[in-house]
């Protein structure tokens, strides 16, 4: 099964905020230490970054008129005067 860039932003938006919540605990009871920590959430931010950046390009490109797009043409032509 495959999952859409914003189901995935999602999860890791989630994960990033759960991860705050629990690494200090962490960190407190020497599970691990303040830069794994801070490592970990960083990753994860950063893969939310990418998942923002993919999202936003898929956007930008489904804005984009493609080389076949001749609306733009069309609907000039339409609107010049006809000379019948």
């Given amino acids: 099964m495959s999952y859409s860039f914003e189901t995935k932003l999602a999860e ?19 599970r691990m230490s303040q830069s794994q920590a801070d490592l970990k959430i960083a990753i994860m931010e950063e893969i939310a970054s990418d998942y923002r950046r993919a999202i936003e390009r898929r956007e930008i490109k489904r804005q984009e008129p493609t080389s076949c797009d001749t609306s733009s043409a069309t609907a000039a032509e339409g609107s010049a005067p006809s000379s019948e």
Avoid at 12 to 30: D, H, L
């Fill in 12 to 30: 890791v938006e989630y994960e990033i905020k759960m991860r705050r919540q629990v690494y200090p605990g962490s960190v407190a009871a020497r």
